[in-house]
């Protein structure tokens, strides 16, 4: 009498979930976003200097990034441009969306500057899923 033989049972992975990098001087954004992305089966990298996020983006891949325009913050000068610009430059190919309490005409021109959107504060949160959907599968197809 010979043993039975079970076959191994074969399950692909499951499919890497998305990579978003928040960036914001405002603990309670950052946590509400992380908790919210994450709620929506993102994983989320959240960093409240924008120092942080240029290293985190020479080091890894996302999908997307959320950036704060650190108005108001005393880290930046008074460009409304200078932290997300240079965190635009670092994300390459990968969409860049502002977070921002400005007036919105401040930054009525994001497509010029190669930005993938705004997002104003306060924002809904059913809104920043949604937005936040629709850009990374753009980006992924564009992958």
């Not at 120092?51 to 950036?67: E, H, P």
Request: with cysteine; hydrophobic share 50%; charged share 20%.
């Amino acid at each position: 009498m010979t043993a039975l033989q079970v076959p191994e049972l074969y399950s692909p992975p499951a499919p890497a979930r998305p990579t978003i990098l928040v960036v914001d001087h405002e603990q309670a954004i950052l946590d509400l976003v992380r908790d919210c992305l994450a709620d929506a089966g993102y994983r989320v990298v959240v960093t409240a200097h924008p120092a942080d996020a240029l290293i985190a983006l020479s080091s890894f891949r996302f999908d997307l990034v959320l950036a704060g325009t650190f108005a108001g913050s005393g880290r930046v000068d008074d460009d409304p441009w200078a932290a997300v610009e240079s965190i635009r430059q670092a994300a390459g190919e990968t969409p860049v969306v502002i977070f921002t309490a400005h007036n919105p005409r401040v930054y009525a021109t994001f497509h010029a500057h190669g930005f993938a959107g705004v997002i104003a504060k306060p924002f809904d949160l059913d809104c920043l899923v949604a937005t936040t959907d629709r850009l990374v599968a753009r980006h992924v197809r564009a992958a």
